[in-house]
């Protein structure tokens, strides 16, 4: 969607590829040739960064050890903690301090390698995909773009593109795209699967609720029912009383 947007903004767009977050090796591989026969389908370039784990693990994996046992997404303390109040969405579970720090870093980190690369190849902005995203600190990329932009010497062009999310969602299905089911990092394939269990979980109390909702209007329509024909029987039962009156009078 970002780069659609940017092509019908009279952009000339070539698309680096930086991410040494992504694991396993087989999963940045398939992200990697899904964007490229996109590339290829929509006229755009694409150039791959050095895929290289060792110095995201340098970098940015101290952060999340460091945090692991606290973040919500994990089954935390903070669950744990019968005081602090159940999570209401998937914001509430993953957007933590904590978790915004690890996040910061790898941004940071692919953000310079990506302009570096900006500026060695003479373009003239850097912009990222990454702002599509509402499960991304959209904030924090904001930051981390005109951060490493500046660092580096040439402009950012950053907008927020969640409000596009569900159209790309749309598009990327009806094109066959693959689209994978966390985030990026190790810590992420954990915070994934936990996000799909609490959006499962809402669902289905969801579910449950309306059902018992109902359930309960089910109720109180047999219960005025049966008022009613109770009602009406004991109508019947007077006329019947007072016809027989009558016809003993007669």
């Not at 954990?190 to 109390?205: H, S």
Request: contains cysteine; hydrophobic residues 35%; charged residues 35%.
């Amino acid at each position: 969607m970002p780069t659609r947007l940017l092509a019908e903004q009279g952009h000339d767009i070539t698309v680096f590829y930086a991410n040494s977050n992504i694991a396993p090796r087989a999963e940045y591989d398939k992200r990697l040739v899904e964007l490229q026969r996109y590339a290829a389908d929509r006229g755009f370039g694409v150039i791959e960064g050095a895929y290289d784990p060792a110095v995201w693990e340098k970098k940015v994996a101290p952060i999340g050890e460091a945090i692991k046992d606290f973040s919500p997404a994990l089954g935390s303390k903070h669950v744990g903690d019968d005081t602090a109040p159940s999570p209401q969405s998937v914001a509430e579970l993953l957007d933590d301090d904590r978790r915004r720090e690890r996040c910061r870093a790898c941004y940071r980190m692919r953000l310079e390698e990506a302009a570096k690369a900006a500026v060695e190849g003479s373009y003239d902005a850097l912009s990222t995909t990454l702002a599509v995203s509402p499960y991304q600190f959209t904030d924090v990329i904001h930051e981390e773009l005109e951060r490493a932009a500046a660092q580096a010497g040439i402009d950012a062009h950053f907008e927020d593109w969640r409000p596009y999310y569900d159209e790309a969602t749309r598009i990327s299905r009806e094109l066959g795209m693959y689209r994978q089911n966390y985030c990026g990092c190790r810590f992420s394939i954990a915070e994934g699967e936990a996000t799909r269990a609490f959006i499962k979980q809402q669902r289905k109390a969801a579910k449950e609720a309306k059902a018992a909702e109902r359930a309960a209007e089910e109720a109180t329509r047999a219960e005025r029912a049966a008022e009613k024909q109770a009602y009406a029987d004991e109508r019947a039962k007077r006329r019947a009383i007072l016809k027989q009156i009558r016809q003993t009078a007669d």
